[in-house]
């Protein structure tokens, strides 16, 4: 009993060691990333090895703050919610893996944090818009050529366009790779349950937003019975400006009502609320919904309540890549597609601006040669990160 007692006080002193250590290190690094973001570039070089490439993420929430701050959750969330405010971004991890398809070496990449949470971002935009072009900055003070825009940073930054002219650095929204996937999900699922797309109504949810005006062109120019584009009501003339640009033989209708949801067959999400909006009152019997939005507006509640609906993630497989940071995919090569697009550019050697303000439709056809080169392409399906 006495040695089980020692045993159990020696093991939690041990824990607490490698929690103070773990945290001492965090902090650490956090004061060595302030330092390369302020002086010259070659100060950085000495403190950590060149990158090639980048890619950005922000927390979605307080529960995202802990996977790079784990002592975070002991605090008064007030306090957490206003330290990340007024932090600077950081190194989140480096990613290897990734090789280069015209010399063969493995490329050096990071995961950058852009420190505020997605309410912050919707709360402030031009905090938002600061930060994320801070987080920017230390990539390209880290030497990286390209840095793709993960979660809403993309449109917070107006498609990317905020930074061009602000970094030397190529920016990639991750649109293109992201639209491709949505579309070989929806094809794939369709096939798989045996459903003829040109019978079926397919909704987008966020189609006047921009990845639902590529998503929502592309769907109707493959073939399907109709498209019906859905957002908020504010943006119902814009609405009708895009169906101009949708394929004329394809039956198009505009929405502003969530529960015009109950006629479509597939549903495309591409939302950036700040949680989830779709009930299960707003669907029909059998519903399939891909859901691409970050922070989730579909929720593990509304599988729970409509069991005969399926809800799909929007993720990428990079074979041999590895981001060693806690992102909760199932498989061990899991990544976002906005990811997957600066992965499939560093490999290729792009150095420049892809997939920038307004869409080029051209890029989806290109991406998914260059991605086919690279071995990136749609991940096992799941669904809230549970495999299907």
């Known amino acids: 009993m006495y040695l089980h007692i020692t045993l159990g006080r020696h093991n939690m002193q041990t824990r607490k060691?490698?929690?103070?250590?773990?945290?001492?290190?965090?902090?650490?690094?956090?004061v060595r990333d302030l330092l390369i973001l302020l002086l010259p570039s070659f100060f950085g070089r000495l403190l950590i090895t060149k990158g090639d490439y980048a890619f950005l993420i922000h927390p979605r929430d307080l529960d995202d703050v802990s996977r790079k701050y784990t002592f975070s959750k002991y605090f008064n969330p007030k306090l957490v919610r206003w330290t990340i405010r007024h932090m600077w971004p950081v190194i989140g991890s480096r990613i290897t893996g990734l090789k280069s398809l015209e010399d063969g070496r493995e490329l050096v990449g990071y995961l950058m944090i852009c420190p505020i949470t997605a309410e912050q971002m919707h709360t402030?935009?031009?905090?938002?818009?600061?930060?994320?072009?801070?987080?920017?900055?230390?990539?390209?003070?880290?030497?990286?050529?390209?840095?793709?825009?993960?979660?809403?940073?993309?449109?917070?930054?107006?498609?990317?366009?905020?930074?061009?002219?602000?970094?030397?650095?190529?920016?990639t929204t991750g649109h293109a790779y992201t639209t491709l996937v949505i579309i070989q999900t929806v094809e794939e699922i369709a096939r798989r349950k045996?459903?003829?797309?040109?019978?079926?109504?397919?909704?987008?949810?966020?189609?006047?937003?921009?990845?639902?005006?590529?998503?929502?062109?592309?769907?109707?120019?493959?073939g399907i019975g109709r498209l019906l584009m859905i957002d908020r009501p504010q943006n119902q003339e814009t609405l009708r400006q895009l169906t101009l640009g949708v394929n004329p033989h394809c039956?198009?209708?505009?929405?502003?009502?969530?529960n015009s949801l109950k006629e479509a067959d597939i549903i495309v999400?591409?939302?950036?609320?700040?949680?989830?909006?779709?009930?299960?009152?707003?669907?029909?019997?059998?519903?399939?919904?891909?859901d691409d939005s970050q922070p989730r507006n579909t929720s593990p509640a509304l599988l729970k309540a409509r069991p005969d609906v399926l809800i799909l993630d929007v993720v990428a497989s990079a074979p041999g890549v590895h981001t060693h940071f806690p992102l909760d995919f199932p498989c061990k090569h899991d990544v976002f597609t906005c990811m997957g697009e600066v992965l499939i550019l560093a490999a290729h050697g792009w150095k420049d601006?892809?997939?920038?303000?307004?869409?080029?439709?051209?890029?989806?056809a290109e991406i998914a040669d260059l991605a086919k080169a690279v071995g990136l392409c749609p991940a096992p399906f799941r669904s809230f990160n549970q495999l299907v």
């Open 251 to 258: 039956q198009v209708d505009i929405s502003t009502d969530l």
């Open 269 to 290: 999400v591409v939302t950036n609320a700040l949680s989830a909006i779709v009930k299960p009152e707003h669907l029909k019997e059998g519903a399939i919904l891909v």
């Open 124 to 171: 402030d935009r031009k905090l938002a818009q600061k930060r994320i072009l801070q987080t920017v900055q230390l990539a390209e003070k880290l030497g990286c050529k390209t840095i793709g825009l993960g979660a809403l940073s993309a449109s917070m930054t107006r498609g990317g366009e905020y930074l061009v002219d602000k970094v030397k650095i190529g920016v």
């Open 17 to 30: 060691k490698r929690i103070v250590l773990r945290t001492f290190n965090v902090l650490l690094a956090a």
């Open 194 to 222: 045996g459903i003829n797309l040109k019978e079926k109504t397919v909704a987008v949810l966020g189609a006047a937003g921009l990845m639902g005006n590529p998503c929502s062109n592309l769907l109707a120019q493959n």
């Open 353 to 364: 601006n892809y997939a920038i303000g307004k869409f080029d439709y051209g890029l989806v």
